[in-house]
Nanobody, 128 residues
Framework: QVQLVESGGGLVQAGGSLRLSCAAS????????MGWFRQAPSKEREFVSAISWNGVNTYYADSVKGRFTISRDNPKNTVYLQMNNLKPEETAVYYC?????????????????????WGQGTQVTVSS
């Protein structure tokens, strides 16, 4: 497993942008697919985006396609989520997570249950 620490959350107006970062510890970071999930108050956790271990494959929830971009820097053990044109309904705690199951397929999982390691989350608040 890897230890994950998110940063970059904050308060932003609707239409604004934020870039979240997730720093991982451990030399095996490059073996993990990485995902971003979010959970709003009184709502279930939902998938936002994922990236394969080598950065070749990226996936997005339909609601964020065209506005969010996931990327990773393996030498820096960091994954990013650039969020543009944010909406108030996207106010949530954003979590990064890591999974190694998809290493050979190169297709990251969409479901949180497949992820082995989670960060503590970072709050994103979008004001209207």
């Amino acid at each position: 497993q890897v230890q994950l620490v998110e940063s970059g959350g904050g308060l932003v107006q609707a239409g604004g942008s934020l870039r979240l970062s997730c720093a991982a510890s451990g030399r095996t970071f490059r073996s993990y697919a990485m995902g971003w999930f979010r959970q709003a108050p009184s709502k279930e956790r939902e998938f936002v985006s994922a990236i394969s271990w080598n950065g070749v494959n990226t996936y997005y929830a339909d609601s964020v396609k065209g506005r969010f971009t996931i990327s990773r820097d393996n030498p820096k053990n960091t994954v990013y989520l650039q969020m543009n044109n944010l909406k108030p309904e996207e106010t949530a705690v954003y979590y990064c997570a890591a999974e190694a199951k998809s290493y050979y397929s190169g297709v990251p999982y969409y479901t949180g249950a497949e992820y082995d390691s989670w960060g503590q989350g970072t709050q994103v608040t979008v004001s209207s």
